[in-house]
């Protein structure tokens, strides 16, 4: 992405992830304690060391999202984590948005309720970088937004259950739709910096 394209930076707040955090912990501890405390048959070994491998990944996805900084821009998606990648808009080639919980859960989401521990994942995918996101993420509903809309430019079909649930979030995959509330900030910063530029 070239330089001095003005950007909005989005991040995982850190109470977000705790919870995240104690799983990661209270998995590692049953699965490694049993394979080194309770009497190890083929059987033990193949399930709490299914459970280890399971949390292992699962603490270091958590590890990514801490350590994830998202610059969006008109350009595209600039993600540093455990490594950097560029998404351009222009390049888009697959959106996929899935709801993970029950339906009571995924109700409670689309009334706004942010006490659900239901949440959304948002796999996207522009040249030969792929990132994934999940709801916890502020700026999560921004993300979506933009990206429905490099998905209708390049022309993507989506699949029906990404376009229920940007739907649910109040993106509608098929038009131009107004923006969640923080893109407001990002257009202010954007249109000042422009006139800036224009002076």
């Known amino acids: 992405m070239s330089q001095g394209v003005e950007m909005l930076e989005l991040r995982y707040p850190s109470d977000r992830l705790r919870a995240d955090w104690v799983r990661t912990v209270c998995g590692l501890g049953i699965g490694v304690g049993m394979l080194l405390f309770a009497p190890l048959t083929w059987w033990t070994g193949i399930i709490f060391g299914s459970i280890t491998l399971l949390f292992l990944y699962f603490g270091r996805r958590t590890l990514e999202k801490r350590l994830q900084r998202v610059a969006i821009s008109e350009e595209g998606l600039w993600v540093r984590d455990l490594r950097d990648r560029a998404l351009p808009w222009p390049q888009m ?10 339906k009571r ?8 309720d942010e006490r659900t521990s239901g949440f959304m994942e948002m796999t996207l995918a522009a040249g030969n970088q792929r990132v994934k996101f999940d709801s916890a993420m502020d700026g999560f509903a921004l993300v979506a937004w933009r990206a429905a809309r490099a998905a209708r430019e390049a022309g993507l079909a989506l699949d029906p259950t990404s376009a229920g649930n940007l739907l649910d979030i109040g993106v509608d995959p098929d038009q131009d739709t107004p923006p969640p509330e923080m893109a407001a900030e990002w257009r202010a910063v954007t249109a000042e910096r422009s006139a800036g530029i224009q002076q």
């Open 105 to 112: 859960q995924h109700d409670k989401m689309k009334a706004g």
């Open 93 to 102: 080639r697959m959106l996929r948005l899935r709801f993970y919980g029950s």
